[in-house]
């Protein structure tokens, strides 16, 4: 019997339009993901089931799994295209190659708890892409049951269940969303424009490139209220090809 290396975990509807989304772990192999930022982590994604990323981006279907997450741009009713993006992540690689295998039929479906099992001790990314919030709190909670560090955010913390602070961090894109979240007791992880000042009571990511201290798996910061105090939250400059885009 071949050894699984990737698995779909949970397949639901969207708490945020009721489209049709799968959660998929990938990395159950020995060796996890080469990912030189995360280490050696579980990978974990949320997807449309019914229609690839690039398509999901261009139809504005990928509100099922980001939300409200500013940094997917919005859709210009001119020209129909996505403007103003400044996600990290390119839909057109790991993502786009992760749906096309999950439309072959080439996952098994897995319980969680199952999956837990095989990642004992290691890492596990919770929202590789998509928000993890949307997909139901037990299934997060069996997967992390067993890992040794876990990473997770949500741009959707003003609207889940309290319970997801102890697996995420509140993804903040301003000053004002710290705010908020620290008060909803919250850690966050704050989206900085380049060159702004350190905000107080937070560290600095220590997985960027220009830092390079630590891998995700080394660090273990992000990680919910159980990380650590409450207080402690984790902040990152804006890099990339859309951190033009990040401004506030």
């Known amino acids: 019997m071949a050894k699984v290396t990737s698995a779909i975990v949970w397949q639901g509807t969207s708490m945020i339009d009721g489209g049709p989304i799968v959660m998929i ?7 996890g993901s080469a990912n030189r930022k995360t280490g050696d982590m579980v990978q974990t994604w949320i997807l449309r089931s019914d229609v690839d990323p690039i398509a999901a981006m261009k139809l504005d279907l990928d509100r099922s799994i980001c939300g409200d997450c500013p940094l997917r741009g919005y859709q210009d009713q001119d020209s129909g295209k996505r403007v103003g993006r400044a996600c990290y992540v390119n839909v057109g690689q790991a993502p786009l190659s992760i749906y096309r295998a999950y439309a072959r039929g080439s996952y098994p479906v897995m319980d969680p708890a199952d999956v837990a099992e095989l990642i004992a001790g290691r890492g596990i990314r919770l929202g590789s892409y998509g928000d993890p919030s949307l997909v139901p709190l037990q299934v997060l909670q069996d997967l992390v ?3 040794k560090v876990r990473t997770g955010y949500t741009h959707q913390w ?11 961090m509140a ?8 705010r908020d979240a620290r008060l909803a007791g919250w850690r966050s992880f704050v989206v900085l424009p380049t060159g702004a000042d350190r905000p ?3 560290v600095e990511c ?18 919910g209220v159980k990380a650590g105090k409450v207080a402690t939250d984790v902040f990152i400059l ?10 506030a």
Request: hydrophobic share 25%.
């Open 171 to 178: 993804s903040a894109d301003t000053v004002t969303d710290r």
């Open 200 to 202: 107080e009571r937070a």
């Open 238 to 247: 804006a890099h990339g090809t859309g951190s033009k885009y990040v401004t």
């Open 25 to 31: 772990v990938t990395g159950l192999g020995s060796g």
């Open 145 to 147: 049951s067993t890992s």
């Open 158 to 168: 003003r609207n889940v269940d309290p319970g997801y602070r102890e697996l995420l």
């Open 206 to 223: 220590a997985a960027t490139r220009e830092v390079n201290k630590l891998t995700c798996f080394d660090c273990g910061m992000c990680s």
